[in-house]
């Protein structure tokens, strides 16, 4: 079953903060965050693990429940730079996943 | 240290033909995954390739098959080739054991 995003779209000024979430009906192992631009790979965000973590870099930070098999991007003080479509890709072992992705959240960023 | 790269960019072919897609892994990196990418939609797994055999597939047909060779690269082969295959086609390379996979540029196959 494919993990569900949300919200499908959000169009933000520069300097706003954004949430995006997903959530999964099976137990997960990790959850992988992912940025694609519009004819572009996905780009590598962060990758979280069951065991509840946060993690961020910069001003991109995600948070995991795996009680709740969901998990929260969030995106502070956006950036222009910051605008594509985000997808969560979940997987439910570790090593060598094989992972399922959601169906992404389109955000713009609008100066 | 180079990153995933794929060939060829771009393909267009015709139903029923068959065609080879290629993926070289980051350096280092000795796991290949497959995916299938719709427009508008999010990546869907095909399968992973480790140590040169097939190590899960998604819910695709035989018609979709795969090699990775001693170098870590990797080849996803479809025969029978219809209108829905249509789609950009990623890899992504990884080191077992460890969770992040990098994708490749993809290559968008158009059948007409």
């Keep these: 079953q494919q993990p569900v995003q949300s919200p499908q779209a959000v169009i933000l000024r520069e300097g706003e903060d954004a949430v995006i979430n997903c959530s999964s009906s099976k137990a997960l192992y990790s959850v992988h965050w992912y940025r694609q631009k519009h004819g572009e790979a996905p780009i590598f965000l962060m990758i979280l693990l069951k065991g509840g973590e946060q993690k961020g870099h910069d001003k991109i930070s995600a948070s995991f429940n795996e009680k709740k098999q969901q998990s929260s991007l969030y995106l502070t003080a956006s950036q222009l730079s910051y605008s594509g479509t985000?997808?969560?890709?979940?997987g439910?072992?570790?090593?060598n996943e094989k992972l399922t992705f959601g169906t992404g959240t389109r955000l713009t960023i609008i100066p | 240290e180079t990153g995933v790269t794929q060939s060829p960019t771009h393909l267009i072919k015709t139903r029923g033909q068959q065609v080879t897609l290629r993926c070289s892994s980051q350096s280092g990196h000795n796991t290949v995954s497959w995916y299938q990418q719709a427009l508008g939609q999010g990546p869907q797994f095909i399968f992973q390739y480790y140590r040169e055999e097939e190590n899960g597939r998604g819910n695709f047909p035989p018609r979709f098959s795969g090699l990775q060779f001693p170098n870590y690269s990797s080849?996803?082969?479809?025969?029978?080739?219809?209108l829905d295959d249509s789609a950009l086609y990623l890899c992504a390379s990884s080191?077992?054991?460890r969770g992040e996979q990098y994708f490749g540029p993809g290559t968008r196959l158009t059948v007409t």
């Design chain 1, 86 to 90: 985000y997808f969560c890709g979940t």
């Design chain 2, 95 to 97: 080191v077992t054991g």
């Design chain 2, 75 to 82: 080849e996803l082969n479809v025969n029978a080739l219809e």
């Design chain 1, 92 to 95: 439910t072992n570790f090593g």
